[in-house]
T-cell receptor
Framework: DTGVSQDPRHKITKRGQNVTFRCDPISEHNRLYWYRQTLGQGPEFLTY????????KSRLLSDRFSAERPKGSFSTLEIQRTEQGDSAMYLC???????????????FGPGTRLTVL | GNSVTQMEGPVTLSEEAFLTINCTYT??????LFWYVQYPGEGLQLLLK?????DKGSNKGFEATYRKETTSFHLEKGSVQVSDSAVYFC??????????????FGKGTKLSVIP
């Protein structure tokens, strides 16, 4: 399978715990995105990597959130001191892009569903 | 900033009925436009796209035309099937200050097709 994969698919945690999610993009894709989707809403942008550099972060990404993409391959998203409001589906997408217009599509993984009790 | 407004659901249609889901957008630049579909229990999949004005994207019998003058990208299908039941998201991709081309999504429209 050469698509975008995410692990775990589901995570249940207690308020105050730390959680970490992993995303493995399509191998030749240099751009990687994290989005968050809450019930009944469309996905919202969280952060973006070009290769290993994190180039943009949304205002939604509070100080409790941190993302990395070491070596420009897989990425991790960590949430510290989780709150009930963090319950959502966390989506990863990858894209092969250059400095021109985004003519292609972002490929999405299946998501990690986080439930904070 | 960028935003996407799409028809609120849920929408329930009988098989073989005509489908229209309206989508309008606001963008600071010249965006590319997309329709993504999310089938029950699955991830987001690209349904179709258009990258410049008057382009028509099409796939699986679905069509949408990039209308710059009305800032719209309405999704249509002439005859829906039960297998088209899913949530449909309109989205745009525009170059941000950091060049991310992040996607901005609408809230989604849930379509149910009954036999």
């Amino acid at each position: 399978d050469t698509g975008v994969s995410q692990d775990p698919r589901h995570k249940i945690t207690k308020r105050g715990q730390n959680v970490t999610f992993r995303c493995d993009p399509i191998s030749e894709h240099n751009r990687l995105y994290w989005y968050r989707q809450t019930l009944g809403q469309g996905p919202e942008f969280l952060t973006y990597f070009q290769n290993e550099a994190q180039l943009e972060k949304s205002r939604l990404l509070s100080d409790r959130f941190s993302a990395e993409r070491p070596k420009g391959s897989f990425s991790t998203l960590e949430i510290q001191r989780t709150e009930q409001g963090d319950s959502a589906m966390y989506l990863c997408a990858s894209f092969r892009g250059d400095s021109g217009r985004a003519l292609g599509e972002q490929f999405f993984g299946p998501g990690t569903r986080l439930t904070v009790l | 900033g960028n935003s996407v407004t799409q028809m609120e659901g849920p929408v329930t249609l009988s098989e073989e009925a005509f489908l229209t889901i309206n989508c309008t957008y606001t963008a600071t630049g010249y965006p590319s436009l997309f329709w993504y579909v999310q089938y029950p229990g699955e991830g987001l999949q690209l349904l179709l796209k258009a990258t410049k004005a008057d382009d028509k994207g099409s796939n699986k019998g679905f069509e949408a035309t990039y209308r710059k003058e009305t800032t719209s990208f309405h999704l249509e299908k002439g005859s829906v099937q039960v297998s088209d039941s899913a949530v449909y998201f309109c989205a745009l991709s525009d170059r941000s200050g950091a060049g991310s081309y992040q996607l901005t999504f609408g809230k989604g429209t849930k379509l149910s097709v009954i036999p």
